[in-house]
Nanobody
């Protein structure tokens, strides 16, 4: 079993920055590819960004490219989502998830929620105008 814990959400103004953190704990010595999703009020949860187990590959949804950066601390099994130039449209609950260790992380697999078997509880990000 893998536990996923997010932190770092909050209330900010448009144009501000915020950094989310996500730590995955499971089998000792195992490093996971990780992703971020978000769910705005009344909408479905959607993919935001993902990073490979060693940080060598990153993926983003078009709407956050150039504003959000995903990174990781390999030794801590922690992923970060640095969000800049935040907009009210970024308001959502942000979820961190661990990508299935048995699957290749590709542009075809990275955005599919069913490829992420372990999820955190979510952290609220609210951007006021």
């Amino acid at each position: 079993q893998v536990q996923v814990v997010e932190s770092g959400g909050g209330l900010v103004q448009a144009g501000d920055s915020l950094r989310l953190s996500c730590t995955a704990s499971g089998r000792a010595g195992t490093t996971y590819a990780m992703g971020w999703f978000r769910q705005a009020p009344g909408q479905e949860r959607v993919f935001v960004a993902a990073i490979s187990w060693n940080g060598g590959e990153t993926y983003y949804v078009d709407s956050v490219k150039g504003r959000f950066t995903i990174s990781r601390d390999y030794l801590k099994n922690t992923a970060y989502l640095q969000m800049t130039s935040l907009k009210p449209a970024d308001t959502a609950v942000y979820y961190c998830a661990v990508f299935s260790p048995g699957l290749p992380l590709t542009t075809s697999t990275v955005g599919q929620q069913y490829n992420y078997p372990y999820w955190g509880q979510g952290t609220q990000v609210t951007v006021s105008s």
